[in-house]
């Protein structure tokens, strides 16, 4: 794919694009193309198309940087079909520069073909084969054994914010062990929650949540330790400066993670960073470093999380790219900064699935988990787009091998949900609520029934996780366990009769 058309500026600086003709409405297109530019630094390169009907504002980013190649992949989905369509690359900041592409691809997939990748990903990455052997004590195989297989338990997290209405809530809770492995809790271990008063904290409410999922042995997130919107910190904090700030923050961390060492399975540190930056312009630019630095010491085993909103949703918001995201956390890493997990906070209104895709690729070269922590679906769009559009975005992050949980923003209140509600408050499914439940069945190894063949084996393919198998022979019965973990190699069982 060459570019079609050149635009020329008036200060004389170059801005390429290409022309497309004859897109089709629904197909999925992915786009690449390296980039170079002359006239600056850096800058943060934007692709947009703009058919007849409509400006599709960003489709895909990259920060490219003077003097180098940098890669820019992204997609789009068209509403209506397009006989002529500009695929368009701009700088963000709308300053003159020279841009200059090279290797351009586009790809289009149908919805079918998208499906079909998706699968193969999921047989191949959430999925193992196995081969269960039977045989009797002197190890003779035995053919014809009658065998059923149970999945007990999943190893991918899935799961949803809860809140303080969960407690003594029997129904709820019914209803969320039913589905659910992980958990978080949607504001109750913030600062303002903990301690709303300086000097006077209360933890009496996340004890009590921390019992139930203890009870049900579901694993949970801790959220989080500090948020940088000063709009969401204490007002007493906001009040504080210079040493008295500094104490206060260093109590913060030494009171919440001594009291909870090691119940939590990650900590979001330091909340959507790269929106807002209350600590570190009243602390200096290694606040965030400290903060690291004192959870880590204080609990060496959780694995800290950034965690940020518009970096997967969009690629409009510039603060939040994923070129930002990246180059934060290299930044902070440099600094000394312990750093274990990407957090994506994923408030979508309408996902753009081979933009989310491309994002989730860029991010997987940093080699850290990437979790969907806080999903859901614009209340705008309706209830029933609200499940197409869920669909959607479970299916991307389930799919993509880096992605290692999936959490949903589903808290239910009296009054409702944050932006999507999974049931009513009788706990009657609504649409979204309709897509998980066919999600969460679908990916999980139902009873399985067979017999041992002439080799005394039986085979299946399973999802990762923990499973009881049941073994009849004559009147003979074995009951035994075993676990299926990331492999591309088949796991063998042995069972003896």
């Known amino acids: 794919m060459r570019p079609s058309i050149i635009g020329e500026t008036a200060t004389g600086f170059y801005t390429p694009a290409f022309v497309l003709k004859n ?6 297109y992915c786009f690449s193309t390296w980039v170079r530019i002359q006239g600056a630094n850096s800058a943060r390169i934007r692709a947009s198309l703009k058919t007849k009907n409509r400006t599709y504002n960003c489709i895909g980013t990259v920060l490219a940087k003077s003097g180098c190649w ?25 300053e003159d520069i020279d841009i200059a592409l090279a290797s351009a691809s586009l790809q289009p997939f149908t919805d079918q073909e998208w499906r079909i990748n998706q699968q193969y990903i999921i047989n191949t990455q959430r999925k193992r084969a196995v081969i269960i052997h039977v045989s009797d004590q002197q190890g003779n195989r035995l053919q014809g054994a009658a065998i059923t297989i149970d999945q007990v338990s999943k190893d991918f997290p899935f799961g949803s914010a809860i809140a303080s209405t969960i407690l003594g809530n029997l129904p709820y809770q019914n209803w969320f062990v039913e589905r659910f492995n992980a958990a978080v809790f949607e504001n109750e271990l913030k600062w303002y929650a903990t301690e709303p008063d300086q000097g006077k904290t209360n933890y009496t409410i996340p004890d009590q949540m921390l019992e139930f999922v203890r009870a049900h042995q579901i694993i949970a997130r801790g959220h989080n330790i500090f948020w940088e919107d000063p709009k969401y910190t204490p007002a007493w904090v906001r009040n504080l400066t210079g040493p008295e700030l500094q104490s206060a923050v260093n109590s913060r961390i030494q009171s919440l993670m001594s009291k909870y060492r090691e119940e939590f399975v990650h900590w979001d540190v330091s909340n959507e960073m790269l929106h807002f930056d209350f600590y570190e312009q009243r602390l200096g630019p290694d606040a965030t470093l400290h903060f690291y630095e004192t959870a880590h010491q204080s609990d060496a085993l959780a694995t800290l999380f950034m965690n940020e909103f518009n970096v997967v949703e969009t690629c409009s918001d510039v603060k939040s790219t994923v070129d930002s995201y990246i180059e934060r956390i290299r930044d902070l890493k440099q600094g000394g900064m312990y750093m274990d997990g990407i957090g994506l906070e994923s408030h979508f209104m309408i996902p753009n699935p081979p933009l989310m895709r491309a994002v989730l690729d860029k991010l997987a070269t940093l080699g850290l988990p990437i979790w969907l922590t806080e999903v859901d679906i614009s209340s705008s769009v309706g209830k029933e787009l609200q499940a197409i559009y869920l669909e959607q975005v479970l299916r991307e992050g389930f799919s993509h091998p880096s992605v290692n949980g999936i959490m949903l923003w589903t808290a239910l209140h009296p009054k409702g949900c944050y932006e999507m509600c999974l049931t009513d408050k009788n706990f009657n499914n609504l649409p979204a609520g309709d897509v998980v439940d066919t999600l969460l069945k679908e990916w999980q190894t139902g009873e399985i029934k067979g017999q041992t063949d002439e080799h005394g084996s039986y085979s299946f393919y399973g999802f990762l996780g923990e499973y009881k198998v049941n073994v009849f022979y004559g009147n003979r019965t074995a009951n035994s366990t075993f676990s299926l973990c990331r492999s591309d190699e088949t796991k063998h069982f042995t069972i003896q009769l």
């Open 23 to 28: 897109l089709t409405q629904g197909n999925i």
């Open 70 to 94: 940098s890669f820019l992949k992204g997609g789009f989905i068209l509403d209506s079909p397009s006989n002529l369509s500009l695929l368009l690359f701009q700088n963000s900041d709308d």
